[in-house]
């Protein structure tokens, strides 16, 4: 669960503002859309190996 503590004299929005970066960087969001979505197991394994390639591409890009 993701939470968190206000401050003494903390302004509301400062606190709202921290807890939706906690909650971005928590990849619940994430998590919640991918679990809702079904997609076929080819499927699944045909994105990842095209974002692997993405990334060794991009790895390649960067020695260059």
């Not at 993701?2 to 939706?20: C, H, M, P, S, W």
């Not at 079904?38 to 499927?43: L, Q, R, T, V």
Request: charged fraction near 45%.
């Amino acid at each position: 669960m993701i939470g968190v503590t206000i401050q003494t004299n903390e302004n509301i929005d400062r606190a709202l503002r921290r807890f939706k970066k906690k909650y971005e960087r928590s990849g619940v969001l994430r998590e919640f859309k991918k679990r809702t979505a079904f997609s076929k197991p080819s499927i699944e394994k045909r994105m990842a190996r095209l974002k692997a390639e993405r990334r060794q591409h991009r790895a390649v890009m960067e020695e260059e």
